[in-house]
């Protein structure tokens, strides 16, 4: 198993088959996919495992980015994973009706993924295992010998009630190694290069109330800014970009009127782990770009700022 040493990514595929084969035995596994890498590489690594015996849920909880639910579904069932899409958004906007804490919103998405995942997998007969992509640095920061930085909901978020038993092959792996391994299990490009994004979705990145028509909102600012950076070459530099909107409106002028609208705020990192992590320095012409864009593509946003704050002392997403 990996020890710390530079990871042979062909020798750790080996070594883990092996080990979830004995682990699990014949028995059926679920698994959550999120869309991204993480639980992507986790779901190859069991399928290789045990076929057909792994059951993936991809929960639509109304928080990914535009068109995600049914890109990577697509995509998911053309690698040939066993994989049953789910659309649960109402139940998520349910649950966070009136919550505007970080955390306690953070926990009712948690809880809610929990309750749907739940109702899925007691679907799937003789379901024993929980595979999860939970890597190492979700594990270093939520148990920090200086308390909880943030509750990462696919840490310790799992009610033993489940009745699961654990799987979770990448656990001492970092990022850029889950990479190396989707890379020689022969995950497409696109898919590894796909930037990091959080359990809980563009529901950390709404500060404030969420609701369909604020998320919304997200949705197309987000769309708006990965695509000025896919087409300027800057996302594959890049380790993680985000739109946030934030929880105040601004006085504005659009088509010659005084508007009070939305503020979104613009981010983007460069990291190794996660654990800290550096802005990036974005030209100001392609930043003044996209905040035209957005102004004018996305109604109910008048003003763009963009964050210039590192981890620490800030943290990557802003809830
Ligand atoms: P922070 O904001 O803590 O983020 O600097 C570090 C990395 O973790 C992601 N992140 C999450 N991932 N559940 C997740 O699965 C979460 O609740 C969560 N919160 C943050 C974040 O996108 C970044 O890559």
């Given at each position: 198993m990996y020890n710390g040493e530079k990871l042979n990514p062909k020798q750790f595929i080996e070594e883990s088959i092996a080990q979830i084969k004995e682990q699990v035995g014949g028995d059926t596994v679920v698994l959550g996919l999120s869309g991204g890498v993480d639980s992507t590489v986790t779901a190859l690594l069991v399928d290789k495992a045990i076929g057909h015996k792994l059951v993936c849920i991809f929960v639509d909880?109304?928080?990914?980015?535009?068109?995600e639910f049914e890109e990577v579904l697509a995509h998911y069932e053309g690698m040939g994973l066993n994989v049953i899409g789910v659309r649960a958004a109402d139940r998520f906007f349910a649950a966070c009706k009136g919550i505007t804490d970080p955390e306690l919103k953070r926990k009712a998405i948690g809880k809610t993924f929990i309750d749907v995942f739940a109702d899925e997998a007691r679907?799937?007969?003789?379901?024993k295992w929980l595979a999860q992509g939970t890597i190492w640095p979700d594990i270093a920061e939520s148990f920090s010998d200086k308390g909880?930085?943030?509750?990462?909901?696919?840490?310790?978020?799992?009610?033993?009630?489940?009745?699961f038993e654990l799987v979770e092959p990448l656990k001492y792996l970092y990022k850029f190694e889950v990479r190396e391994v989707g890379a020689a299990l022969g995950l497409n490009a696109h898919f590894l290069g796909r930037h990091p994004f959080p359990g809980p979705g563009l529901g950390v990145r709404c500060l404030g109330e969420l609701t369909p028509e604020r998320i919304h909102i997200l949705q197309e600012a987000d769309a708006v800014f990965i695509d000025a950076l896919r087409r300027e070459g800057l996302y594959d530099k890049i380790w993680q970009a985000a739109v946030v909107l934030l929880p105040v409106r601004s006085t504005g002028i659009k088509d010659g009127r005084r508007s009070f609208d939305n503020v979104v705020a613009l981010r983007a990192v460069n990291s190794v782990d996660a654990v800290t992590a550096e802005v990036v320095t974005l030209p100001v012409e392609f930043l003044i770009k996209v905040a035209q864009e957005i102004v004018a593509q996305v109604d109910g946003v008048n003003r763009v700022v963009y964050d210039v704050t590192p981890k620490p002392p800030a943290t990557i997403e802003w809830e």
């Open positions: 909880h109304g928080l990914l980015r535009k068109n679907k799937v007969k003789d379901a909880t930085i943030k509750s990462h909901h696919n840490v310790g978020g799992l009610p033993e009630d489940l009745g």
